[in-house]
Structure formats: structure tokens, C-alpha cells
């Protein structure tokens, strides 16, 4: 059984009004961590409220400002930054850095990052977030080049 099924069956399947399903959408995706799971999908997570995907991306536009998945992304990406600035992750690998977040490789991070121009478009603005990100997936890239020269 995954997990997604499991908690799905918790969930009581009943038409609630949007301020009620906000706060059931925000207990998944915020206190547990929604955004981390590498099959974090609006189409899961529908599921899992027993919603639309319609519904989905209404209230997370409606109350974050941005389509679920650009939401999945930023907190993954604010993630990163943190645990890419954690002492304690310092002997781990990039990639594995990168999956704590909720990638499932390094490759599909990149893909997100290319495809969704979420740098500049799909992050917030506040405090230089945009700018921690680049600066980090540059110094991330200079990382693992080093480490495909050594292993060379």
C-alpha cells in the first residue's frame, strides 16, 4: 500500500467549501512536507484531498499565488538552499542532497529548472530567493564537475 493511499483513505470524501479544504491542503503540503516526496504530483495530491485537479490548482493559486506544481517546485528549491547550507550534509553527495528535496536525480532537477524558467518565474521574489538558487545550483554544477574530473 503506498503512502499516498494510505492517507487518502483518512481523508472523509466529502464536498468541503475552499476556506475548510485550504486548511486540509496546506496541513498535507506544509506540515507534512507534501512538496518532498519524489511523486509529489497535482494528480496525487488530488487523490489524496479526494479532489479535482481543478480544485487543486484553485486554492493553490488562489492562496499561494502560483499552480501547484510551481508551488511543489519553490518550497523544493527553498529546501535545497537550506540543506545545501546545513553543516550536518556535508558529507553527503550532491544528488543525495538533491533527492532529500524531493528530485529524483540530479537530471530531473536540472529538467525542472530548465523547463519551468523557475528560477525567475516560479519562486517568489522575497529576500533574494531567486538569486540564493542560481548562486547555488552554479556552485552545485561547479561541484559536480569536480567531482566527474576526479572520477575520471
Not at 45 to 71: C, K, M, P, R
Not at 113 to 119: A, E, F, G, Q
Amino acid at each position: 500500500m503506498s503512502l499516498f493511499t494510505f492517507l487518502r483513505g483518512l481523508v472523509p470524501n466529502q464536498n468541503l467549501k475552499t476556506p475548510a479544504l485550504s486548511k486540509l491542503f496546506e496541513y498535507y503540503f506544509f506540515d507534512h512536507k507534501y512538496y518532498l516526496h519524489q511523486h509529489s504530483t497535482t494528480e496525487n495530491f488530488a487523490n489524496l484531498l479526494n479532489i479535482s485537479v481543478e480544485e487543486v490548482d484553485h486554492i493553490s493559486t488562489s492562496y499561494h499565488g502560483v499552480n501547484f506544481t510551481a508551488l511543489i517546485d519553490q518550497h523544493r528549491y527553498q529546501f535545497l538552499i537550506k540543506e545545501l547550507d546545513n553543516p550536518i550534509n556535508s558529507n553527503l553527495s550532491i544528488e543525495s542532497v538533491i533527492k532529500l528535496c524531493g528530485f529524483e536525480n540530479i537530471q530531473s532537477f536540472y529538467h525542472s529548472i530548465k523547463s519551468k524558467n523557475s528560477l525567475t518565474g516560479g519562486i517568489k521574489e522575497e529576500n533574494n530567493q531567486s538569486e540564493s538558487i542560481i548562486n547555488a545550483v552554479e556552485a552545485m554544477k561547479k561541484q559536480i564537475e569536480e567531482q566527474q574530473k576526479e572520477s575520471s
